[in-house]
């Protein structure tokens, strides 16, 4: 069975911060300069974490040639333990603020619409699990700690999924260029899921149909989308400022 990995100062850095319990075995190149890296080493020592000191080119194995920044974890089998959704859900005392990422199969724009959905105060991300990315280390480089951060849901029917949030008061907007209201013209406060596709195909019919409303991000140049973690930032971020007040 491949071994779950985390690499990057931060996403390692989330990582012992928030889930140091997660780690099996941190390896780092013994001759790095970085001060980042030897801040983050100091770190893992005073919190009780040993360090493998390896050469370069078994951290180029170990991440498969991606950029890793001298530093690798191999993750232990508690990585994957959370709350089941419903679970989950019933133990929220704030109104649900979810993202729902149908067919995003690129690791990168995963990992980029994880980092955009934590910034923005997302609670969960759920994605289902055919067409999409799976939780690898280049989604966690890319996400720079919000996969450690976030709750991150695959279910195997995503169409039920949404219909279980329906169920539970929670208002699903779906993102596609068909949408014909605008973003700045729905209301996006209070329990609200967003669902976006992937920027090939665009949401799934039955996805789509499972929407309560169908919205469109204005375009005012001549492309006529955005990269899916462009588009996620930008309405996640349209929500935060209605639901905080703001002008």
């Given at each position: ?37 030897k801040g983050l080493i100091a770190e893992c020592q005073r919190v009780g974490l040993s ?187 349209e929500a935060v400022r209605q639901r905080n007040h703001l002008e």
């Open positions: 069975m491949k071994r779950s990995l985390v690499y990057g100062i931060h996403a390692v850095e989330a990582l012992i911060k928030r889930n140091c319990e997660q780690v099996d075995e941190i390896c780092v190149y013994g001759e790095s300069r970085n001060r980042r890296l360090i493998r000191r390896v050469e370069r080119s078994h951290l180029d194995t170990l991440s498969g040639g991606e950029r890793h920044q001298d530093v690798v974890v191999l993750l232990n089998s508690t990585a994957a333990e959370k709350l089941p959704l419903e679970q989950w859900l019933d133990s929220l005392n704030i109104p649900p603020f979810v993202l729902i990422l149908d067919g995003v199969e690129d690791p990168h724009n995963l990992g980029a619409a994880l980092r955009s959905a934590d910034a923005a105060g997302v609670q969960a991300v759920i994605i289902p699990n055919d067409r999409s990315a799976q939780l690898t280390g280049v989604v966690r480089r890319v996400a720079s700690g919000a996969a450690e951060a976030l709750p991150l849901y695959r279910v195997k029917n995503l169409v039920r999924t949404i219909k279980l949030l329906k169920q539970r008061g929670i208002w699903v907007i779906g993102a596609a260029e068909e949408g014909e209201e605008s973003l700045y013209s729905v209301d996006l406060e209070g329990p609200l899921a967003v669902v976006l596709g992937s920027e090939g195909r665009g949401l799934r019919r039955l996805t789509r149909e499972q929407c309560d409303r169908l919205i469109n991000i204005p375009m005012a140049g001549s492309v006529s989308s955005l990269n899916v973690s462009v588009a996620a930032g930008i309405i996640l971020y």
